[in-house]
């Protein structure tokens, strides 16, 4: 499983539909490399699947750029804030939906559904238990 995150000025980007980078974790959650991102939604969406990636950790993202995403199968975990070295961390410890990460504004993250996408694993069950 590939996971790719928005990146900005060592920060998740605030709008996935703006990001110009994306930092991607490898299958162990570990190997990470950042990549540009495509400027168009539509080749954004494309992108992320041609690099095999299962999970988009992002932050607002607009109703038609998060529909072309969930229709390649990519789950989306939508909605994150803070430091990238703190997100990945927590993605990796199973901690990621919780009120600190949550975007200001937008409410608690757990509250909010996991959004998976057709045919996706839309796993990740239990960062919906938390």
Request: proline share 4%.
């Amino acid at each position: 499983m590939k996971t790719a995150i928005t990146v900005w000025n060592n920060r998740i980007a605030p709008v996935f539909d703006e990001a110009g980078k994306c930092l991607i974790l490898g299958e162990d959650n570990e190997a990470s490399v950042i990549v540009a991102l495509p400027e168009d939604y539509s080749a954004k969406a494309v992108f992320l699947k041609e690099q095999g990636i299962d999970t988009l950790i992002c932050g607002g993202i607009s109703c038609e750029c998060e529909r072309l995403i969930l229709d390649k199968g990519i789950t989306i975990i939508p909605f994150i804030a803070g430091n990238i070295d703190e997100v990945i961390s927590a993605w990796k410890e199973n901690r990621l939906i919780q009120v600190k990460f949550g975007m200001p504004g937008c409410g608690c993250p757990r509250r909010r559904r996991l959004r998976a996408g057709r045919g996706g694993r839309g796993g990740h069950s239990s960062l919906l238990r938390m």
